[in-house]
């Protein structure tokens, strides 16, 4: 599976962004997917993963609330819908790949995608 995450820019606090996850090759709708952000200086941290069919939804505490994980599996697809954005949201974002949701969480993963950078000023 190869991922390529889209949808960053320079916005400022309080807007709003949608991340994508564009995924090929075989089997996406079999595997989990889930978002990781990395800041300057900071280790990579988990921000939301979703089952493979879209039933279950985990979030890190920071995001919760703010933003919501979404998946189309006949298009390849997850979404990232980033609201109320603040400067501490400021990160590169990947997207990953696992067959077992649990392990997203866990910041492990299978398949890794190239990042998108979203900058929130204040």
């Known amino acids: 599976v190869q991922l390529q995450a889209s949808g960053g820019g320079l916005v400022q606090a309080g807007d709003s962004l949608r991340l994508s996850c564009a995924a090929s090759?075989?089997?996406?709708?079999?595997?989990?997917i889930g978002w990781f952000r990395q800041a300057p200086g900071k280790e990579r941290e988990f921000v939301a993963a979703i089952s493979w069919s879209g039933s279950t939804t985990y979030y890190a505490d920071s995001v919760k609330g703010r933003f919501t994980i979404s998946r189309d599996n006949a298009k390849n697809t997850v979404h990232l819908q980033m609201n109320s954005l603040g400067p501490e949201d400021t990160a590169v974002y990947y997207c990953?790949?696992?067959?077992?949701?649990?392990?997203?969480?866990?910041?492990?993963?299978?398949?890794w995608g190239q990042g998108t950078q979203v900058t929130v000023s204040s």
């Open positions: 990953a790949a696992d067959s077992i949701l649990s392990r997203l969480r866990s910041n492990k993963y299978t398949y």
């Open positions: 090759g075989r089997s996406f709708s079999s595997y989990a």
